[in-house]
């Protein structure tokens, strides 16, 4: 023990010393995480972002305008005026997602078509291709807007006019079959209604707004209740669970080339002909790396609970979790030092390996929006159980119970690593 011990207290003295590299170990986590949380969503208290878009406005009519104070009035918008050609211009450069070009007549042609179906005028949207998305969103509203303002307009005593067009544009009573029977039943009781809108303003009476037709509109208002065991969800949390995962796990790499460069020089034969056995070696270098990387990473959450305002239900779920990622990152780099077969080849395969498990993981993107047979296949990845335990003692609020599984998968990953590593080191010793 009291040569393990010195080991250990050996290989901290020596990290701790290095205070550039343990600045940037820290640091450099924390700098990505605070980017990477903003762009999933950041802090819970920070209100939803508005989608940019551009509106041509050459429809000057009444339905024109109230399309366009419609869009401008929605609370998930921020629309801005433009031309058409200063609208295509953006739109290429990528300085706005999507814009909308109302033309010119296109509030008379919508209100004509709304019952005949035909000649249904276009309206010209310009995207951004990365924008599909977005592109989406934009319809469903453009949508809404649309049928309101039309179809009030239509039921208005200004719509008397569309009215008669359709009546007349269907066949004679005796030629109609019934579906076209029917719709002419109904717009003659709207061609009845229209005219005595009409005469009721033409006599000098104002419609109330409570008697005035408002068009047709969604029939139902939602109410959003975002449901979790602990506090709602904090982008920063997942970020800071995905970069402290990746950082640290380039830093077991940094101790696997480490151990490479000290055979590579003769300073790790030297130190196996101390009375000291193999076995306590590699211990030592499995509990002094497990050390470091629990302690950043309690110091990378550390961060996050001043800073970002990320909340942990469970500290001893936090803490079983930082442990065990440590001794699994730990036996992970002593796995890379034992079959690597020089430092430089070593470090290509080992960077590599580490991007793919880290990206798998859902370290980079979160793992909930992966189609449904990548989140199957990638529960094989450690670092997947890793994220998903550090998920579940913050924004999750799981409390111990959601952290118990991933911590026993992060201590099967380290005795396989450590196992395979161990067997390779004494199989090398033995030769």
Same mark, same amino acid.
């Given at each position: ?64 305008? $109230?399309?366009?104070?419609?869009? $401008? ?35 008379? $042609? ?57 009546? @007349? ?120 790396? @497990? ?111 959601? @952290? ?28």
């Amino acid at each position: 023990m009291t040569a393990l011990i010195a080991l250990i207290r050996k290989d901290l003295m020596l990290y701790l010393r290095d205070k550039r590299a343990l600045m940037l170990h820290l640091l450099m986590p924390v700098v990505l995480a605070a980017f990477f949380g903003s762009l999933f969503g950041g802090s819970p208290d920070k209100g939803a972002s508005k989608i940019d878009i551009g509106l041509v406005l050459q429809d000057q009519s009444p339905i024109g305008r $109230k399309i366009a104070a419609g869009l $401008k009035a929605d609370d998930t918008l921020r629309v801005v005026a433009l031309s058409a050609d200063e609208a295509q211009a953006k739109v290429r450069a990528g300085k706005l997602p999507v814009a909308v070009v109302i033309p010119d007549g296109f509030g008379q $042609k919508a209100a004509d078509a709304l019952f005949s179906g035909r000649d249904k005028p276009e309206l010209p949207l310009y995207y951004d291709p990365s924008q599909a998305t977005v592109l989406a969103m934009v319809k469903g509203l453009l949508t809404q807007q649309v049928m309101q303002v039309t179809s009030a307009s239509v039921m208005s005593g200004q719509g008397a006019g569309a009215t008669a067009r359709y009546l @007349a544009a269907l066949p004679a009573l005796d030629q109609r079959n019934p579906e076209q029977a029917q719709l002419g039943e109904f717009l003659g009781s709207l061609k009845k209604f229209q005219d005595q809108q009409a005469a009721t303003a033409a006599a000098g009476a104002e419609t109330s707004k409570a008697d005035a037709p408002s068009g047709m509109s969604v029939p139902f208002n939602t109410s959003e209740a975002a449901l979790s065991s602990g506090p709602r969800y904090n982008g920063y949390a997942h970020s800071f669970a995905g970069m402290g995962v990746q950082f640290i796990l380039f830093m077991g790499i940094d101790m696997g080339i480490g151990i490479l460069l000290a055979r590579q020089f003769g300073i790790w034969n030297r130190l196996l002909a101390a009375p000291v056995s193999l076995t306590t070696v590699l211990m030592g270098r499995v509990i002094s790396g @497990a050390i470091i990387a629990s302690v950043l990473m309690c110091a990378m959450f550390a961060c996050a609970l001043l800073i970002f305002k990320v909340q942990i239900t469970s500290v001893v779920g936090f803490v079983g979790l930082a442990v065990c990622f440590g001794l699994m990152t730990a036996a992970f780099g002593l796995f890379i030092a034992a079959f690597g077969k020089t430092p430089e080849a070593a470090r290509g395969i080992a960077v590599f390996a580490t991007l793919i498990l880290v990206m798998l993981g859902g370290a980079w993107v979160p793992s909930f929006v992966f189609p449904q047979w990548m989140q199957t296949l990638t529960l094989v990845v450690p670092t997947r159980w890793a994220v998903d335990g550090l998920d579940a003692v913050t924004w999750r609020g799981l409390g111990l119970e959601g @952290a118990l599984l991933p911590m026993l998968v992060q201590l099967g990953f380290a005795l396989v690593f450590g196992g395979l590593a161990v067997a390779k080191f004494l199989k090398d010793q033995r030769r």
